[in-house]
């Protein structure tokens, strides 16, 4: 993957999640912290304690270094590398108040995109060798978009459109309010003729008015396996095809064999476990 691919959101886009987990954390203040003293030093190891995809390390940083800014972290692993086990994917010394008092929000970032990088990672070692690209949705954590879709990344999956503002997806209830779907296709094109055009269908026969009104991209909504081969005939490369719709690891493969271009999964972000890590401080 390339570093662009790869590229997190900003630095301030980082902070801005950051110090929304510490404010919900912290409050005025961690009694326990307090507990220690204040010039106390420690060194901690943070072990992965299951096969993951790593993803997430500029917010465990900004955790970090939000909290103590002198800490050194010492990292034996990247964003989008698979670790095994056991492994210790890094090391870190500092002071312990702060160490502590940003430990819970480093790891919830971590362990929370690392899940979604591993998912992402399954999804789409199940569609290798068909040329297919798995996409994310906007089924995401609220507040955390950029971060999961930079993890879906991570896992070597794609990203959809990041929001309503940068693409135009037109779904069934947009084309019974605009009067059918080539009034709502004539519409999109008059107003953001820069945006990319997608129109989702739920039969050939949409799918044949959304060809004749001439979008860029068609969603196959729960099509069935032969329905769905019908209309990768029918489209003849025209356009590019999603699918989407009853997708999980065991179906995507049939799928993405069908001859579409894109299959969306709406549980690379919404269904995600959080990988176990482990953080183990001792005091130096």
């Given at each position: ?7 997190a959101p900003s630095a301030a886009q980082i902070a801005a999640d950051i110090e929304r987990a510490l404010a919900e954390d912290l409050g005025s203040g961690d009694a326990t ?123 070597g999956g794609h990203n959809h459109r990041m929001g309503l503002h940068d693409a135009i997806l037109v779904k069934e209830n947009h084309i019974i309010a605009a009067g059918g ?104």
């Amino acid at each position: 993957m390339s570093p662009d691919f790869l590229a997190a959101p900003s630095a301030a886009q980082i902070a801005a999640d950051i110090e929304r987990a510490l404010a919900e954390d912290l409050g005025s203040g961690d009694a326990t912290a307090e507990l220690l003293p204040a010039d106390a030093r420690a060194e901690a190891a943070l072990t992965c304690r299951e096969e993951a995809v790593i993803a997430g390390i500029p917010w465990f940083d900004a955790c970090v270094r939000r909290m103590d800014p002198s800490a050194r972290i010492d990292w034996h692993t990247i964003d989008g590398q698979r670790v095994a086990p056991g492994a210790v994917i890094c090391h870190l010394a500092g002071h312990a108040r702060p160490l502590l008092s940003a430990e819970r929000s480093a790891l919830n970032f971590l362990q929370l995109l690392s899940g979604t990088a591993t998912l992402t990672a399954d999804y789409v070692a199940a569609v290798t060798g068909t040329g297919v690209r798995v996409l994310d949705t906007r089924k995401t954590v609220p507040g955390l978009r950029l971060a999961q879709k930079y993890a879906v990344r991570c896992g070597g999956g794609h990203n959809h459109r990041m929001g309503l503002h940068d693409a135009i997806l037109v779904k069934e209830n947009h084309i019974i309010a605009a009067g059918g779907i080539a009034a709502a296709v004539q519409a999109a094109r008059r107003l953001h003729p820069e945006l990319l055009l997608e129109v989702e269908v739920e039969n050939l026969d949409e799918l044949a008015q959304a060809l004749a009104a001439g979008v860029d991209r068609v969603l196959l909504d729960n099509f069935s396996l032969p329905l769905m081969r019908d209309a990768v005939r029918q489209a003849a490369g025209l356009v590019s095809l999603e699918a989407s719709g009853n997708v999980d690891l065991h179906t995507i493969g049939d799928y993405a064999r069908t001859g579409v271009d894109f299959i969306s999964v709406g549980a690379l972000t919404k269904h995600v476990r959080a990988v176990d890590l482990s953080l183990r401080l001792r005091l130096g």
